[in-house]
């Protein structure tokens, strides 16, 4: 089956630690998205890749830093820096040119510091 | 900068009823998407508007694109308890051309009583 996977699904963080959350895709897209959802609130963007080794900020890239070693992953590091880094995050992917350009999203990874 | 922003926030409606999501937008862009996600969930795509007078139909929902009014609106026809989400709306900054980066309104829950 093609799809998005994240893990873990629920992740603990004590203050000043870094954590790593994992995005795999096997759907063969270009392009792989992080976001952040807040409650309530609609998704922004954080970084995003639109090849292999390059990637770009999105809108609230601090705190925050990513890789793209393979095109099939785009893990996102939660650092120490990020002050409110407790909510839903997300992955997404897709083709770099395509008629829609649509983005498939993965389950997500539901964050908490404790 | 672009702007989305969705109305309403919040909509409870009865069952069999018909209403309406507004999405509006600040900036050009011929590139609309909408998604639904159920609580704690990802999200799911509905419709890639790509044009002036899109419209797409899928079961209760119908959404259409306005890209000279900046607005997209998402209809929905004898709502039925399981259309009960939040639907967010998404713009591609590209101003006549994909990016890939999306901004999303924030969201429209909806609740439909039975």
């Known amino acids: 089956d093609g799809g998005i996977t994240q893990s873990p699904k629920y992740l603990f963080r004590k203050e000043g630690q870094n954590v790593t959350l994992s995005c795999e895709q096997n759907?063969?897209?270009?392009?792989m998205y992080w976001y952040r959802q807040d409650p309530g609130q609609g998704l922004r963007l954080i970084y995003y890749s639109q090849i292999v080794n390059d990637f770009q900020k999105g809108d609230i890239a601090e705190g925050y830093s990513v890789s793209r070693e393979k095109k099939e992953s785009f893990p996102l590091t939660v650092t120490s820096a990020q002050k409110n880094p407790t909510a839903f995050y997300l992955c997404a992917s897709s083709m770099r040119q395509a008629v829609y350009n649509e983005q498939f999203f993965g389950p997500g990874t539901r964050l908490t510091v404790l | 900068e672009l702007k989305v922003e969705q109305n309403p926030l919040f909509l409870s409606m009865q069952e069999g009823k018909n209403y309406t999501i507004y999405c509006n937008y600040s900036t050009t862009s011929d590139r609309l998407y909408w998604y639904r996600q159920d609580p704690g969930k990802s999200l799911e795509s509905l419709f890639v508007?790509?044009?002036?007078?899109a419209v797409k139909q899928e079961g209760r929902l119908m959404a259409s694109l306005d890209t000279k009014a900046r607005l997209s609106t998402l209809h929905i026809t004898a709502a039925v308890h399981d259309l009960s989400a939040t639907y967010f709306c998404a713009v591609d900054m590209g101003g006549g051309g994909a990016t890939n980066k999306l901004i999303f309104g924030t969201g429209t829950l909806l609740a439909v009583q039975p």
């Open positions: 508007l790509l044009s002036n007078g």
């Open positions: 759907l063969n897209h270009d392009a």
